[in-house]
């Protein structure tokens, strides 16, 4: 019975609207039954989007690769020590959630105009790290928490070294907050519309940068198209990820 | 010393990065005070008689504390009632479907089915629209949508780890299903319920896009009303712009210090028995 309830809530509050979505995709704007591919085929007919794909994948990947190196070695330093002052690290990871992003933002974007950063990529990827830090942090602790010392202390024991006990016995073991992560982050960064538009100047186009003005066009399958692609990008991202996550030597090694 | 000194080392970069958000808001703090570069209250006491900012503050308010707490009471439900479904495959897809679109797209959703004449509101009686509405309730269906997976997301561990032994010894003593949610359960979720409300409250309060896009043209949410300041012609309103995100900050600075203390003093009450 409960699980009926379950898929019911499930398919009226998110199934319905998204597979609408996908209908108004594949039909002509304002019908649901005219097949027509046009909105999909105009979506990737324009120039802007495809660049601006490209532009938000880049921006991403380093919005992700500074959340693993950042996240990685802060949530192994909560988890698995004491030190004075634990508590109040803690709070202040959680802080930038709490604190208006515009507000943030704002402050910042003087800063960034004054060492050159505003306007540009890199200063992008920096006010993205704000709003996905402090989820690896806390995503990062909870994995370093329940995988323990002891795995670590085995290594050191056998005489690997930190950055040896860190490819064998880490990476692997966290793979599943590793993955959590870079989607999480990806996303988090895809979904950036205002901090993106103050710090980049209008001259960094993001896919965000391109989907706002279109939201008041007439033409709905193109927009659904669109908002698909948002859905899509991560996924993609996430399978290229994985791809490269196994290229790691030992990810090919166990057979049974 | 070695040893005491790693932690530390392991945190630096994370400590640095501390210095973004720090920096931003003392920077946003000083361009609030010093208007024409000597520190003055002027820019303060401007926005605080400033009616339409006072009104779309308090709206803010609201908007963000009616959608903290259905997200928080509808997660905690769901969490808790199809807690077997959620820990399968099946069930965690179900609630990281939502998580995967962006806030805006979800907003788009909200306009496609609720606005005038919108897939759902077009069949409703007298074609009521629900999008871009005074009351604000697109904004917030928009964040139930989106908040109420991340409710379940935070509140499923805690579930899941929680020590079930509780559950029965309520039982054994004669427990009722509702003291069992308030001794077994409330100690543990309590703390992670209401360090979620907050980061979900201070986001609604504070978030851009979403009223942006299914927000009335009055009254406005103080992140619309702030960055059309920020935007404005020439920069004779930047200062205020800033003054009111300052303001924003010590308002939902002050309610996570009341909820944290309180939520500290709770937590040693129960361990140290009282």
Known sequence: ?256 | MFVRRKPWLMLTPALLFLLLPLYGLWSALWNSLTPDGEVTLRVYSALFSNTEFLFSFFYSMWIALISTILSLMIGWLMTRFFLFYLENTGGKLAVWLPMIFPHFVWAYLILLLFREGGVISGFLPGDPAFANDPQGIGIILTYLGKEIPFVILMLLPVYLERNRAYDDLVETLGGSFLSRIKDAEWPFIAPVLIETGLIIFAFTFSAYEVPALVGATFPEMISVFTYDWFYSGDWSERPLAFAAMVSSSAFIGIVAWILLFFMNKKRRNITEGL
């Not at chain 1, 959630?97 to 105009?113: D, N, V, Y």
């Open chain 1, 1 to 256: 019975m409960k699980i009926y309830v379950f898929w019911t809530i499930f398919a009226l509050f998110v199934f319905f609207p998204i597979s609408l979505l996908v209908l108004q995709s594949f039909t002509s704007p304002g019908s649901l039954t005219d097949v027509s591919a046009l909105g999909w085929e105009e979506l990737f007919g324009r120039r802007r989007l495809l660049e601006a794909t490209g532009v938000s994948i880049v921006i991403g990947f380093f919005v992700v690769v500074c959340n693993l190196a950042i996240g990685l070695s802060a949530g192994k330093a909560l988890a698995l020590y004491d030190f004075f002052g634990k508590t109040v690290v803690d709070t202040l990871f959680v802080m930038p959630l709490l604190l208006p992003l515009l507000a943030i933002t704002f402050g910042l974007h003087i800063a960034m105009i004054r060492i050159g950063l505003a306007d540009t990529a890199a200063g992008v990827v920096f006010i993205h790290l704000v709003p996905t830090i402090p989820y690896s942090i806390r995503i990062f602790r909870n994995g370093y928490v329940s995988l323990g010392k002891r795995m670590q202390e085995q290594g050191e024991v056998l005489g690997a070294s930190v950055w040896r006990t860190f490819l064998d016995i880490e990476l692997p073991l966290l793979r599943s907050s590793i993955q959590s992560v870079i989607f999480l982050t990806f996303v988090i960064s895809l979904s950036q519309y205002v901090i993106t538009a103050i710090i980049g100047g209008g001259s960094v186009v993001t896919l965000a940068m391109v989907y706002f003005p279109f939201l008041s066009s007439a033409n709905t399958s193109l927009v659904a198209a669109f908002s698909l692609w948002f859905a899509l990008l991560p996924l993609l991202f996430y399978i290229g990820a994985e791809g490269l996550l196994r290229l790691f030597p030992y990810q090919r090694k166990v057979r049974r």
